[in-house]
């Protein structure tokens, strides 16, 4: 029986189901050829409070440490940038931060004195930080009393998510995933706010993975504009009716059968770049394996000398590009970022 993360109904229904998937955690040494274990991967959407998040997950291995991209480095920059014009750090003075794998710590550059320990939890936080933290938590009414339960009287939580209608707009079903348990829409996060005791005051948005918002949250005042707009917004495109999240699998049908027939047309192996956990299940689907796609190019050190979870091909360093005609490129944000980096290099083909 499936319960739901946050509320603990098990009432709900499966709206994505991608079928059995190796962990997008494993990446095992490129000399261990397999087969990895799979495990179930669906999305459930839960008819109580209407949080969509991950059915089951498997107890995989520690997902090693990716680089930080440029893109995301930017955004965590303008983010502060508005949050400050925004009034929302004035008398700000100690701080606390939930972190996440997937991206860098805003302390250098929020600069005001961190407060670890049994001092953040007894509520000894001005503001306390989660970028694309609270997904991770597989107890979501635990991670956000957790986070609750650390503000000072007076204190902002900025919580920052991959918005499930820019999944949803974008066709993004690869970002279902293991160990991501959540996916948020603004009105349902608004709502698990309430219930841990906290208001959703501003909204700020963002074009990072497509869009991602952030939310100011205290435990006095009221939405503003900002956070009212995006709700209804949201509402009507869907994000909260279990019949236009299930779009996303006709969305996995078209992307796979995509990449598979991409691959095909090719009349040399192209090289892959960014060995996100979004990949994995579009190259499992995709049939794809070493002797279409050689290799995927990671700048992550951790990652390379491993495989792709579930197939053949192997994960290398920025070397391997030297010389490639077309490069598949996994994450779309980092387009600018590459063509910077390698110039020589000039037949990238974005994979949504």
């Given amino acids: 029986m499936i319960q739901c993360r946050f509320c603990r109904s098990a009432s709900g229904r499966v709206v994505l189901d991608l079928g059995p998937q190796p962990a997008c955690d494993l990446f095992p040494p490129a000399t261990d050829q397999g087969p990895d274990p799979v495990h179930p991967l669906r999305m459930w959407a839960c008819a109580a409070c209407g949080l969509a998040q991950l059915a089951e997950d498997p107890a995989g291995a520690e997902e090693p440490r990716g680089a930080e991209p440029a893109a995301l480095v930017e955004q965590a920059r303008d983010a502060v940038s508005r949050i400050r014009l925004a009034g929302w750090l004035d008398g700000v003075r100690t701080v606390a931060e939930f972190g996440s794998p997937h991206g860098g710590s805003w302390l250098g550059l929020v600069d005001l004195t961190p407060v670890d320990g049994p001092g953040a939890m007894e509520g000894g936080a001005d503001l306390v930080i989660d970028c694309f933290g609270l997904m991770h938590e597989p107890d979501q009414a635990a991670g956000l009393a957790a986070r609750a339960e650390c503000l000072a009287p007076g204190g902002v939580l900025l919580l920052q998510f991959h918005s499930l209608a820019a999944i949803l707009r974008g066709?993004?079903?690869?970002?279902?995933?293991?160990?991501?348990?959540?996916?948020?829409?603004?009105?349902?996060?608004?709502?698990?706010?309430?219930?841990?005791?906290?208001?959703?005051?501003?909204?700020?948005?963002?074009?990072?993975?497509?869009?991602?918002?952030?939310?100011?949250a205290t435990r006095d005042g009221e939405p503003d504009e900002s956070v009212t707009t995006l709700i209804e917004e949201e509402v009507a495109a869907g994000?909260?009716?279990?019949?236009?999240?299930?779009?996303?699998?006709?969305?996995?049908?078209?992307?796979?059968e995509k990449l598979r027939a991409l691959l095909a047309e090719q009349s040399g192996p192209v090289i892959g770049y960014g060995a996100a956990s979004r990949a994995v299940a579009l190259l499992c689907r995709a049939g794809a394996h070493a002797g279409r796609l050689p290799a995927v190019v990671d700048a992550s050190p951790a990652k390379q000398g491993r495989r792709m979870p579930g197939t053949d091909i192997p994960i290398a360093g920025p070397e391997r590009l030297a010389g490639a005609g077309q490069v598949l490129l996994f994450l779309p944000d980092l387009l600018p970022e590459v063509r910077a980096s390698y110039p020589d290099v000039s037949g990238w083909i974005v994979v949504p």
């Fill in 171 to 216: 066709g993004q079903w690869n970002a279902l995933r293991h160990g991501h348990h959540a996916y948020y829409s603004t009105p349902v996060l608004a709502a698990m706010l309430r219930q841990a005791g906290l208001v959703a005051r501003s909204a700020f948005r963002f074009d990072l993975y497509g869009g991602t918002v952030l939310l100011a």
């Fill in 239 to 256: 994000v909260t009716d279990p019949a236009v999240l299930e779009r996303l699998g006709q969305d996995a049908t078209r992307g796979a």
